[in-house]
């Protein structure tokens, strides 16, 4: 089936998307906070393209990758400090939306579609980084890693969008692209669609995540939610 053809159920009325990955390329900055901290040790620096998989997982995959760490390891606590700390200095150097985001976006809000952002990223790094991409005027909601007790995998932070946005579950649909989206979104009783064009940093390929769409391109993105109906301007 192709996107063109492919139908996503009209009982659809808002959509939901990851950050990194989903949204936008974020890792280069990423990739350049743990590469400092690699220069500082007098080590070489790693490619963008070796790190840019882990981009997803945050300071755990980029310092896992880059350092052959762990989160139990001794001495991580501070060097996930130090790396936060290079990403927040230079959070939208190179970070941009993925080319079609932006029309996707301002389709969907001329449309009436309401549309938030669900992210693990904590909220001193998530708020500055969307106001700088240019995506937090119109976003209906931006739920962020610590805004519940829960981040993805957990449904918390999807159900606590879908009520700020004012849509049942049922209603949505949520676009991710780490396995993580995906099975959070089951959770919460949305419809997912698994962004295959991003960073997808785990073992299992997004065609085995269970999705109920996936969208190898933002063109076949777009022409995925284009089936979800306009809100009516009676409405």
Known sequence: MTFTESRLPD??????FDLDGTLADTAPDLAAAANKMRVARGLAPLPVETLRPLASAGARGLLGAAFDIA??????????????????ADICAESRLFDGIQPLLAD???RRIPWGIVTNKATRLTEPLVALLGVAKDAGCVVCGDTTAYSKPHPAPLLHAAQA???EPAAIVYVGDDLRDIQAGH???MLTIAAAYGYCGNAVPPEE???????????????LLRHIPAKSTGA
């Open 209 to 223: 995540w269970g999705a109920d769409q996936l969208a190898d391109s933002t063109v076949g993105l777009a022409a």
């Open 165 to 167: 946005i004012g849509v």
């Open 187 to 189: 959770a919460a009783g």
């Open 71 to 88: 989160p139990n390891d001794a001495g991580y606590e501070a060097m996930r400090v130090e790396f936060i700390s290079n990403y927040e």
């Open 11 to 16: 009982t659809l009325r808002a959509v939901l």
């Open 108 to 110: 969907l809000t001329e």
